[in-house]
């Protein structure tokens, strides 16, 4: 699946100077100066500018100290070094030491220590974990295995109503006939995938027996997963398909998410602060939802629980007031993506979708070009009931791509195509599962092939 957010090209290795043997490393720590406030290792501070007081200039060196016992100063020469003198040199100090009867063992130079074996490259990861680029490609890979196989379990129950209902018409047949076409519609339509789609995939069946490219279970398989995965890639031309599209100039990245209540999206935000954050990002998390009582109560627990920080007000603030502190501190912290929760509503209600429309205004003035995405949490159990919510979301919100939510709990997990076909929306990411890592980048291949698996 590749990696869940990648935007900004950053080296997933850094450099901690750590795979140098230890001379080279202590040689260009020693050449750099190492400054303290207002004062330096290597002679007296420069005056401050707003400092009223005189310059004071460097005394004349200062013979090494006879070893004995010191005189003791006067309060008032106490308080007349501590006011003129800059502070000593490291050679001062040591004579000091010694004076004192305190002989320290000399520091060896850099030249004299023992060398250290150097390390091989790609040791230390950006967690400063010591792991070869071998180990960790293995485990990258094992991980991606790991979400294939959820994601294959998280549609089975769709496999099972396609899949399986098309292994049950071809059953003691022996040819392809008008009868076994109709009981093909009815196992596309119940796994809602639509009627338009359903519709256009049998008449590339029809096409293909009349020239005699279909004639068994297989070819006839074979032949509406191709059709399902150029449904779902030529969605991928309009919207948002990649975070990438977005220059890395533009910061804060804003995301805005939207959708009917019940559908997810507190959770879907939560799982996609962890997993942005986890790919090295800086996320902070907008909580414009002031219509809901409980809704910041709910992603304040998913802020804490992911560590991200949290913007929110009052119940009752006006969301676009909330939306514009936000993208401040987003803009004074540097922050790299900014996540928009936004009030669950029904896309009947006219008021409630004209206030994304000002939240948009408001985004867009901050930041050139936000939100740049704008999410529809979609709940796959909902079904055809949720392609009408999107039909109505893409008109006022501007909708840039779908997150299926509640994937792995329904037998329609064909929605997705329905979407995509009749909307030309992407689908971005999917739900396989309640825990905070269970949102995947939705892979049209990976899917298609779980359907049929």
Request: aromatic share 4%; with cysteine; net charge negative.
């Amino acid at each position: 699946m590749g990696l869940f957010w990648k935007r900004k090209n950053k080296e997933r290795f850094v450099t901690l100077g750590l795979n140098e043997p230890l001379p080279e490393r202590l040689a260009e720590h020693a050449a750099r100066p190492v400054e303290t406030a207002g004062s330096s290792l290597e002679g007296p501070a420069a005056p401050s500018q707003t400092d009223a007081a005189p310059a004071v200039t460097a005394p004349p060196a200062v013979e090494p100290v006879a070893t004995g016992a010191a005189p003791t100063p006067s309060p008032a020469q106490e308080v007349q070094e501590a006011t003129e003198s800059p502070r000593p040199t490291p050679a001062v100090a040591q004579a000091a030491r010694q004076a004192e009867g305190r002989v320290e063992e000399p520091v060896k130079p850099a030249s004299a220590q023992r060398p250290v074996p150097s390390r091989s490259p790609f040791t230390t990861s950006i967690l400063g974990l010591n792991k070869t680029m071998e180990e960790l490609q293995a485990e990258e890979a094992a991980l991606e295995q790991e979400f294939s196989a959820r994601f294959r379990r998280a549609v089975a129950a769709t496999r099972e109503s396609l899949s399986e209902k098309i292994d049950t018409v071809f059953q003691g047949r022996k040819q392809i006939d008008a009868a076994l076409l109709d009981e093909l519609e009815e196992a596309l339509i119940a796994a809602d995938i639509g009627v338009p789609t359903t519709m256009h995939i049998l008449e590339t069946v029809r096409r293909g027996i009349a020239r005699n490219q279909i004639s068994d279970l297989d070819a006839l398989k074979q032949a509406i997963k191709t059709e399902l995965l150029t449904i779902l890639r030529a969605s991928e031309r309009n919207g948002v398909a990649s975070e990438t599209s977005v220059p890395e100039s533009v910061s804060p990245y804003v995301m805005m998410i939207v959708g009917v209540n019940g559908v997810g999206k507190t959770t879907t935000i939560g799982k996609l602060a962890q997993r942005i954050k986890a790919e090295g990002n800086d996320v902070l998390i907008c909580a414009a939802d002031t219509f809901r009582a409980a809704a910041s109560d709910q992603l304040a627990i998913w802020a804490e629980r992911t560590g991200v920080p949290l913007i929110q007000q009052k119940q009752g603030t006006d969301p676009a007031a909330v939306l514009f502190d936000s993208l401040k501190a987003a803009k004074a912290r540097n922050s790299d993506v900014l996540i928009v929760d936004t009030a669950g509503r029904l896309h009947t209600k006219s008021n409630l979708m004209a206030e994304l429309e000002k939240m948009r205004r408001v985004a867009g003035r901050e930041v050139e070009g936000a939100p740049h995405e704008t999410l529809l949490v979609v709940d796959a159990v909902t079904g055809q009931n949720g392609l009408e919510q999107a039909r109505q979301f893409l008109k006022t919100a501007g909708v840039t791509g779908v997150v299926l939510t509640k994937l792995d709990g329904t037998a329609k997990g064909g929605i997705a195509v329905a979407i995509a076909k009749e909307l030309n929306l992407p689908i971005r990411y999917a739900g396989i599962g309640e825990k905070v890592d269970d949102l995947v980048a939705f892979d049209p291949e990976q899917y298609v092939n779980s359907l049929f698996e």
